[in-house]
C-alpha cells in the first residue's frame, strides 16, 4: 500500500467513525403518527418479496444445488498439481467460497497416468482415462459425521475390463469404499457412504487397479437432496417464503443457450460461464428450476436471452415451457420428464440491454427494434404471457415506452447501493433509490402520449446493497444490521407506491449479494434475509396513509386482509429509544397484539451460516397496547394490532 493511499484509507476511517457518530447517537424524541384507516392506497403486490438467482459464483452450485463435486463432467484438464481456485473473485483463492479456474480434480500416480481423451468422449470435450495403479482425487469436500452421501459414476474399460475403488475419505486412512468392476461399455454405477468425521477437508478417490479405465461422470451429493436440491438451503428458503424466483440471469442470461440446460443432466455439455467466472455446468436447467419453484410453492420468472440469443430462441423456449405435447417443444419438455406444461407467466426480455458490460449490448435505437421483434414472436406461442421489459431509468427507459409501450406489461429497473458513512443515511439508501425510480417513470406518465390509458408498472427485478469484501465467494458480500434496517425502510417505500411497483426481486438469493448464506454444510440467514421473512410473511396487504414528519423514524402501515388487523412496521435507525405516538382513526384497538422485533445495539452485527446469529427475529405477545409505542435503537419493529 502506498503512502497516499494508507494516509486516505486513516481519513476514510475517520470519516465514516465521525459520521456513524454524528446521526447514530441522536436523542431520545417523541415522534406522533396520523393513520387514518379509512385512507387506503393500491393492495400491495405480494411479487414486491420477489427474489432473484442467477448462475454466479456460489448462488446455484455450491448453494442451492446439492452437487458437493466441483467440475463433474472434467471441463478442465486433470493435472498433478492441485491449485484449483486461481483467478477466482474470492478475498482469496482459499476461501472455501471460491470458484474454480483449474481442474479440483488432482492424478494419484505418476503425471502421465491420468491423460484427457478427446475422441468419443462422454461429455464435452474429453474424457480422462486412467491408467492401473493410478487414480484422480477431488479435495476440499464439507462432510458431516454419521451424515450419508449417495452418488454414481460412469465407467469404461478400455479392454475387457477394470476393478476400481472409489472411497470417500475425511482423514488419514479413514474411509469408507466401493469395489467396482467396470466393463467395456460405459455403465452408470450407484455407490453410498457414510462419513466418520465432520470436517472440511474431505476427499473423494477414484483408483484403478487394473485395466486401463475411462470415467464418463460423477455424482456425490447428501442423500437428504431433495430433487437434487440441498436440504438446509430449501428448509431456510422455505422460511423465507417468496412468491416468485427470476431466473438465469443477470448478466448470465446473455450468453446462455436454455438447450444446454435440458436432457439427460450427464450428457449436458460444460461450458465456461459466460458472463462470471468458472465453469457452467448446465445440471441445473429450466426443468430444475421449475422443481425448485414447485417445492418452494413459488412462481417462475424466466429471463431471455436477448443478448446473444433471438426471438425464434426466445419463442422456442416459451413453448418449451408453456405449450402442450402436441407442440414441438412441448413434445421434447415431455420426453425429458415433465408431461405438464410448466406454466410460467412473466418473462423478462433481456437484462440490462443498455449496459456496455452486457453480452450483445446494442444502441437503444437498435435494441427497441429486438425487444418488439421478440416480444412479437413469443405473443405467437403464448399471447398471455407478461413480458418485462429491460430499462433502466433515463434515457433507455423513456425510449422503451415511447417506442415499445404495445410490446411491455411492465418494465424493470434495478438498482444497488453502496456504503455510506453516516448510519442514517446509508439505512436511508435504499428507500431513496425506490423513490427516484418511482418520481421518473410518474414524470414519464405525464410526458409520454404512448403510455396514455396505459398502466405499466414497474418490477424492480435487481435491487440490493452490494458493498464490501466478497467473503462468501464470487460477488458474495456480508450483510450487517445496518442493511437489514435499510432492506426495511425499503419496504416501507415500496409499500407507499403500491400503486406503481408491481414486482422487486432481491438480488441475489443465495451467497453472492443473497439475504441466505451457505457454506458446505450449513445455511443461514443473512440480516437481510430476516427483514424479507418478518415482512413478507406479516405485513398486511391494504397500504393505509400515516401522515406526520417522524425522521428519521420511518413508520408504514397496512390492513390485513380481511381488515381485522393493523400491521405497523416502524425502522428506528438511531441508537435511541424512541417513541411513536398513534393517532388512530376509523378504527380501535383491541389492546392485544403481536410484535416481531429484529433489534441489535451494533450495526455491524451479522450472522453466519457457520459462526452463528448475532441478529435474530425477537417474537413477542403483546397485551395492554396504547397508542403510543416504545421502538428499540437500532431496529425493525412490525406490529400486528387486531382492531375491535
Known sequence: MSKLSFVFTIFLAVVVTFGSFSTAFATEQQHSVTIDTSKTGEPISKYIYGQFIEHLGRCIYGGIWAQMLEDRKFYYPITPEY??????????????????????????????????????????????????????????????KDKQYVGYIYLRAKQQSANVTISLVWGDNQQDSVQISATNQYVKYPFKFTAGAD?????????????????????????DNIDGMRADTLAVLKE???????????????????????????????????????????????????????????????????????????????????????????????????????????????NEMWGRWQLGYMSLRHYVLKHNWVVDKMREVDPDIVPIASGNAG????????????????????????????????????????????????????????????????????WNYWYGPHIFGELGT?????????????????????????????????????????????????????????????????????????????????WTDGRKAITIGIVNPTRQEQKVTMNLKGAQLAGTGKLGLIANSDPQAYNDPDEGAQVVIEEKQLSNVTNTLTVPALSASLYTLPVR
Not at 316 to 340: Q, V
Not at 430 to 440: D, L, M, P, Q, T
Open 83 to 144: 491449485d484449483p481456485y486461481r483467478g477466482t473473485r474470492a478475498v482469496s483463492k482459499d476461501s472455501p467460497y471460491a470458484v474454480v479456474g483449474a481442474s479440483p480434480w488432482q492424478i494419484i500416480g505418476p503425471n502421465d497416468s491420468v491423460t484427457m481423451v478427446e475422441e468419443d468422449s462422454f461429455v464435452g470435450e474429453h474424457t480422462p482415462l486412467i491408467q492401473p495403479g493410478s487414480g484422480i482425487r477431488q479435495l476440499d469436500l464439507g462432510l458431516i
Open 395 to 462: 434515457n433507455w427507459s423513456r425510449g422503451l415506452l415511447r417506442n415499445c409501450a404495445d410490446h411491455i406489461d411492465l418494465i424493470a429497473e434495478h438498482f444497488y447501493c453502496q456504503e455510506r458513512p453516516d448510519l442514517v443515511e446509508h439505512i436511508a439508501w435504499i428507500a431513496e433509490n425506490i423513490r427516484s425510480k418511482v418520481e421518473f417513470h410518474k414524470e414519464l406518465r405525464q410526458e409520454l402520449d404512448t403510455l396514455e390509458g396505459k398502466d405499466i408498472r414497474i418490477a424492480m427485478t435487481e
Open 199 to 223: 470436517t472440511t477437508s474431505g476427499k473423494l478417490e477414484i483408483k484403478v487397479a487394473d485395466g486401463a479405465c475411462f470415467v464418463g461422470t460423477v455424482s456425490l451429493m447428501p442423500a
Open 478 to 558: 456480508r450483510y450487517f444490521h445496518k442493511d437489514g434496517l435499510g432492506i426495511a425502510k425499503g419496504l416501507h417505500e415500496y409499500y407507499r407506491n403500491s400503486d406503481m411497483v408491481f414486482m422487486a426481486n432481491y438480488a441475489q438469493t443465495v451467497n453472492v449479494i443473497g439475504c441466505i448464506k451457505a457454506s458446505k454444510t450449513a445455511a443461514a440467514f443473512e440480516t437481510t434475509g430476516l427483514v424479507l421473512k418478518l415482512y413478507g410473511n406479516n405485513f398486511g396487504t391494504i397500504p393505509i396513509e400515516v401522515a406526520g414528519d417522524t425522521e428519521p423514524v420511518d413508520v408504514a402501515a397496512a
Open 240 to 350: 423465507l417464503n417468496a412468491p416468485l424466483y427470476r431466473w438465469p440471469g443477470g448478466n448470465f442470461v446473455s450468453g446462455y443457450d436454455w438447450r444446454d440446460g435440458i436432457g439427460d443432466r450427464d450428457k449436458r455439455p460444460p461450458r465456461t460461464n459466460p458472463a462470471w467466472t468458472g465453469v457452467e455446468h448446465n445440471d441445473f436447467g429450466i426443468h430444475e428450476f421449475i422443481h425448485f419453484c414447485r417445492l418452494l410453492n413459488s412462481e417462475p420468472l424466466v429471463t431471455v436471452n436477448t443478448g446473444f440469443g433471438d426471438a425464434y430462441s426466445a419463442a422456442a423456449e416459451l413453448e418449451y415451457s408453456n405449450g402442450s405435447t402436441d407442440t414441438l417443444m412441448g413434445a421434447l419438455r415431455a420426453k425429458n420428464g415433465d408431461p405438464e406444461p410448466f406454466n410460467v407467466r412473466y418473462w423478462c426480455i433481456g
